[in-house]
């Protein structure tokens, strides 16, 4: 029987956090914004990305946000272990603001890192990606990422594909969170997951481990096509790939009952 991994309760280092000299985010989401800090730990300064959730007077909203905070701190608890996912090095409080405090990866996310270094090993950054979320499937309890897409994933120093973002997640067996909708990139969406986007009286899609791997495979040929085209552009070359994606996105979402790669809707 597998039990589950000790899980690390992330330290609160407001204390130990400063702004950098950068008054602008350097990336934004659907609900944070991250910049770029100052860590002080053992009188020794590190560069650190912090991850701030946007909080407003508006507490309907606000409940909205803290959930996709806590689910990636609860995520990240659950999976410091893993040398697939970015390190996160603990919590702070910036002003009323709830934040992550990361490791500074200085390569950036997958597309950048790639323009950067055109020469690289696309194969192994894609074997990286795959190994990745094969670790967050196979863990106990099993962790859905519920937003794979290029921005998503980061290069360590190592030049090795990481997994990061996990503010969409779902730990199977886990808490059960009801307020927050789905933030995913549309283009890497699984159809199943449109209802809750197009129909605000569908009931709530929620990511799987199935809806994973479409992302998987809608972020795989935007990195090999080093630009973030539609799935269907990215994938001319294969008319059986094509046809089949188009007849499945045309469908209604109350056709998608099942999820469209599984062996028996071939």
Known sequence: MRTSPPSNKLRDLSTQLRPADNKFPLAQGSFSDVYRGILTQDNVDAQVAVKVFRVS?????????????????QAYELLHLNPHVAEVLGVATIGDKPALVMKWYKNGDITHYLHLHPHVSVRQLTLDIVQGLKSLHSNYPPVVHGDVKPSNILVNDNGRA?????????????????????????????PELFPTIIDDDSP?????????IWSLGCTMAQVHHLSPKHIISCLAFSPNVVHHTQDTLSQSPSQLTSHPLRPERF
Not at 204 to 212: E, F, L, Q
């Open 162 to 190: 990481i997994l990061c973002d996990f503010c969409s997640a779902y730990i199977l067996g886990g808490t059960k969170f009801t307020t927050a909708n789905l933030s995913g990139s549309c283009r890497s969406m699984a």
């Open 204 to 212: 709530p899609a929620v990511p799987t481990t199935m809806s994973d």
């Open 57 to 73: 007077k508006d507490e309907q909203k606000n409940a909205v946000v803290f959930e996709h905070y806590h689910r990636e701190v």
